[in-house]
């Protein structure tokens, strides 16, 4: 039996050979035109316009250059603020600084992140909904 070692070098993942069908489209998004669950109805015009923002913020910023990132196992650090100010981190949390949205309104926030980076979706709930809500608890 091969060891894992063996199987794979330790270096990191090279997104052409292992999954050449996401390079070099993995940044093309086809439109999100479907709504088929209908969440759409259970969003406010404001949560609307917050999706609209961080669907264009992943689209715009992130795709075109996470690739790089996941080919190198690093997490693009640089983006994390602008996260911060586009207006749901922290989630469902009312102050310190936080947004205080509705739980289906975060919801569809990291799904549109998602959409883009399930990493970044992940740190995002690391932060809103271990670390923030811990800090509120306390």
Partial sequence: ???????????????????????????????????YYRLDELLTTEEKKLRVKIRQFMEK???????KY???????????????????????IKGYGCSGVSTTAYAMCISEIARVDA??????LVQSCLIMLTIELN
């Fill in 1 to 35: 039996m091969m060891k894992h070692s063996e199987l794979r070098p330790s270096s990191a993942l090279d997104l052409s050979v292992d999954c050449p069908r996401l390079t070099p489209a993995a940044s093309a998004f086809p439109a999100a035109v479907s709504d």
């Fill in 61 to 67: 910023e992130v795709a075109p250059i996470i690739i």
């Fill in 70 to 92: 996941w080919e190198t196992a690093e997490f693009p650090y640089h983006l994390i603020p602008k996260l911060g100010s586009l207006g749901f981190t922290g989630g469902t």
């Fill in 119 to 124: 990493s970044i979706a992940s740190f995002c």
